[in-house]
């Protein structure tokens, strides 16, 4: 599939329109522009440049994909032909992943495919919530008002990711900067006591001294080692990530380790609640909704309480109580849940759940980074009381012994 950019009239106002079109040869990017009730003035082969290989490698940003959903949704909302919308969008569209992935739509659609099929093409930039709300807007007649739904339920994802990432970044900043601080230390300084002892018969460094000089010196003649089993660490635990035992592992630590556990499950509950309450307006079925959320929500144990809830369901127990007395939810859900079906407002009760959880998920931030500090400032005192007593000690030896001669 080759993209043409070209210059055309429209025939009804007259006009020029200047756009981009996908097609197999000249010939065909012509009949797609005439379909479109313009007339070809000038056609030429568009450069490649990011749209080969790299652009497709290349991931869309949240942004851009939030950006991508307004836009179409008012287009469409403003009675714009669908193609000419996403023709619109994809010539505003700065994201070069993104502008391929919408051309290739465009065409899909103009050969009468529908556009959650067309979308479903491209499962790494449209996850299985965004197909499956496209998917009930289609059929209800309202894509407008899922794509603005889609577009909200994006920022509030990327804004609970954005505030437990930077959550963690302060405490591996500073273990990074300890762990520089350490290297210097053993490379460049400790060695010097130990030579100045050399120069001393009969003199004995401190245990602490012996210690650490034993590291410095290994750091020094195989640090290549170092780096081999770094490399090797690195290869291997990411690839042991990606297996079912590493996942669930990762998973279970990331739900019960301190300090992070608490952030973790109010992260989880804020994004099953979101996911559910988008899907579950947009007319998606009860159980159909379960098996996206469970996907949606990242966390295998999680996943296997919604399976094991949906069974449960399927069985003819409401939500609310197959979830009730399960580890891996925290009490709020249930209730909400339990509330919410016997009011008929399961939507508001998940909406109010999914709010209740994104507050508390600042609180806890607040919380992880108020105990974190004193605990690095406990660890950066404790490093620095090691590597100061391991250099001053036997300089006060050696001071001791010259009083001694003395």
């Not at 756009?19 to 490649?48: F, R």
């Not at 569209?93 to 993104?98: D, G, I, K, M, R």
């Not at 067309?118 to 007649?141: K, N, T, W």
């Not at 509030?156 to 959550?167: E, F, L, N, P, Y």
């Amino acid at each position: 599939m080759l993209t043409y950019q070209y210059t055309a009239r429209d025939s009804a106002s007259g006009k020029h329109v200047k756009a981009e079109v996908q097609a197999d040869s000249e010939q065909s990017a012509v009949k797609l522009i005439q379909n479109e009730g313009l007339v070809p003035i000038e056609i030429t082969l568009a450069k490649q440049s990011g749209k080969g290989l790299l652009g497709r490698f290349k991931k869309a940003r949240t942004k851009d994909k939030v950006l991508f959903s307004r836009q179409l949704s008012t287009l469409i909302n403003a009675g714009l032909p669908l193609v000419q919308s996403l023709r619109s969008v994809s010539s505003q569209t700065t994201s070069q992943p993104l502008k391929v992935v919408i051309n290739d739509i465009i065409v899909d659609v103009e050969a009468g495919a529908s556009l959650s099929a067309s979308m479903s093409r491209h499962p790494d930039v449209f996850s299985q919530v965004y197909l499956s709300l496209i998917s009930a807007g289609e059929a209800s007649g309202t894509l407008d008002k899922a794509l603005e739904r889609l577009a909200d339920q994006q920022e509030k994802d990327a804004d609970i990711i954005s505030k437990v990432r930077g959550a963690m970044v302060y405490p591996l900043i500073v273990l990074a900067v300890m762990a520089g601080v350490v290297t210097f230390m053993l490379v460049k300084v400790l060695p010097q006591v130990k030579t100045l002892y050399e120069d001393i018969g009969g003199a004995s460094l401190p245990l602490v001294t012996r210690i650490l000089l034993a590291m410095s010196d290994f750091m020094v003649h195989f640090w290549w080692v170092i780096v081999i089993l770094l490399g090797l660490a690195i290869f291997f635990g990411s690839r042991w990530a990606r297996t079912l035992g590493g996942k669930r592992f990762i998973d279970k630590a990331k739900m019960r380790m301190w300090p992070t556990g608490p952030l973790f499950m109010k992260m989880y509950m804020a994004r099953f609640s979101r996911t559910g309450t988008t899907l579950v307006s947009s007319g998606v079925p009860l159980i159909q909704m379960l098996e996206i959320t469970g996907r949606a929500v990242n966390n295998v144990y999680i996943e296997d309480s919604i399976k094991a809830a949906t069974e449960k369901v399927k069985g003819g127990k409401s939500l609310g109580e197959s979830l009730t007395g399960d580890p891996n939810f925290l009490e709020l859900v249930p209730n909400m849940l339990k509330i919410g079906e016997q009011s008929g407002s399961m939507e508001q009760m998940l909406g109010k759940s999914a709010e209740y959880y994104e507050k508390e998920l600042d609180n806890e931030i607040k919380a992880i980074q108020t105990t974190i500090e004193p605990v690095m400032m406990i660890l950066m005192g404790l490093m620095a009381f090691t590597i100061v007593a391991a250099i001053l000690l036997p300089i006060y030896n050696l001071a001791g012994q010259a009083n001694d001669i003395v």
